[in-house]
């Protein structure tokens, strides 16, 4: 059976974030990668483990990592066209505005 535009576009950003995550393991860049596994297209929550690290990233825990950054990179994952990444990176945005 042929895929749908919609599950073809949901599966290439599935790759393509496996794809960015793998490129962090490699970069060695944490904050990145938390940003990525907290905005997953899996259907459930955020990981705390990535979320403490996004937290700790705003206040500045990484060198490298300003809030602007970080904050420009989240605001990026609003953009999908999964619902699920931006529910996840708003529910993200919630926590970092609130505990960061």
Not at 20 to 41: G, Y
Not at 72 to 98: F, G, P, Q, W
């Amino acid at each position: 059976s042929k895929m749908s535009t919609a599950e073809a576009k949901k599966t290439g950003g599935y790759l393509k974030d496996k794809v960015l995550i793998a490129k962090t393991r490699v970069m060695s860049d944490e904050v990145q990668r938390a940003i990525l596994k907290t905005t997953s297209h899996k259907m459930k929550p955020p990981n705390k483990k990535h979320m403490d690290r996004l937290v700790a990233a705003s206040y500045g825990h990484y060198e490298n990592v300003n809030l602007s950054e970080l904050v420009n990179d989240m605001e990026k994952r609003l953009h999908c066209y999964e619902s699920i990444v931006v529910l996840k990176a708003l529910v993200t945005l919630h926590t970092l505005l609130k505990s960061g």
